[in-house]
């Protein structure tokens, strides 16, 4: 069953390597089952549940060491995809085992390590590509319909340590096909990095406070789901799939992806929505309203940050880890704001979300890729 995502990607033949789309599959089903893993955990641990959402944050600790130092320490190369592919193995095998909490958050940072190889190596061969882009940014809606009602399965009925073995042996697929993978990426040239852009530094900042918020906000969904709302676990899987549904299409448009920002705003609006409004009617409307903006707006914004960016490859890296970064933040805060009440949640992330959004709406109309602003830069360094 948790091949299936793996069997359905292949049919679409997208235009990049078979060991990259697979590892990244791979590693959206380990997000997807995160937010289904936090309440098991803290029923297992007889933990809080905003306690135990620091198992995201650690790994997503990893995953922002990973994408930050990846593209300056390392090349897209094939054996650094076995490097990400041997920690995803290690990472959940150890976390199946772990004896204390503090070891499981410590195998939860190496779990993110790998994942962040692997974004770096996805987005670093399509960055700049709309084509290709689409090929990459499709997999998460696509995976994520499928894997979650397997997810919330065998984490109900198994509990979370089987659900860290059976993420341990999804990693095997992408290993089939490393060897006779070939990375674009790692035959350009690499040279001296260029400081961003105004408007590209604009559009980062924009980046890392959006998934800021919205990581703080779906991290704990689940929760709010089964907690608050009162949807046994199998339905909240259903949400979560149908969110990811909704952005199979949006995720797969072709077309130029104007006004970003316009379409991230609708995910701070279903932030509130999931936040503050407890009705179940209203939980599934925000999720799926959710997934196809979210999908639409994130592309749109990195081709946005490729157009307003003289050196986009080097951004491709910049993006990743800003996000990252938001990532890593988002559940803290999150965690915090759940602690007072799941509405103080919605309410917070939400706007956080709605203002980022607003300042990629900003740039986009007011600072055109013909009249990009000059920066002050030492001699010898040139804005990106």
Known sequence: MMLAPVRVLQTL????????????????????????????????RALSVG?????????????????????????????????AIVLGIVANLLSAVAPAFAFLVGTRFVSGVSLGLIAWIAWAEVFGDNE???????????????????????VDGAGP?????????????PAFFVRSMHLE???????????????????????????????????FAGAIGTQIIGLPAFTVSLVFAANALAGLPSARFRGDRRLAGAWL??????????????EPAAFWIAMIVWGFAFWMGVP?????LAERSRYPDERAGDAQAVMATGRVIGPLIG??????????????????????????????????????PALSAPRGRRPA
């Open 13 to 44: 033949r997208p235009d990049i390597p078979a060991g990259v789309f697979t590892a990244t599959a791979v590693s959206t089903v380990v997000f997807s089952a995160t937010p289904f893993l936090i309440p098991a955990i803290a029923g297992d």
């Open 51 to 83: 306690l135990v959402g620091i198992v995201s944050t650690a790994q997503l600790g990893g995953f922002v060491l990973a994408s930050s130092l990846g593209p300056r320490l390392l090349r897209p190369r094939r054996r650094v995809m076995v490097i």
């Open 132 to 154: 290709r882009v689409g090929d990459v940014a499709v997999i998460g809606p696509l995976v994520g319909t499928i894997a979650s009602p397997i997810v919330a399965i065998i």
């Open 161 to 173: 340590d089987w659900m860290f073995v059976a993420l341990a042996a999804l990693y095997l697929v």
């Open 185 to 219: 990426a790692s035959t350009r040239p690499r040279g001296e990095r260029h400081r961003p852009t105004r408007a590209a530094f604009a559009i980062l900042v924009a980046l890392g406070t959006l998934t800021l918020g919205g990581s703080a906000t779906f991290v």
């Open 265 to 278: 705003a609708l995910t701070g609006t279903s932030a509130v929505t999931i936040g503050a409004v407890h």
């Open 300 to 304: 749109g914004a990195f081709s946005l």
């Open 335 to 372: 965690g915090v704001l759940y602690e007072i009440s799941p509405t103080a949640l919605g309410i917070g992330a939400g706007g956080v979300i709605i203002a980022a959004a607003l300042l990629l709406v900003y740039v986009e109309w007011r600072i055109r890729p013909e009249v990009l």
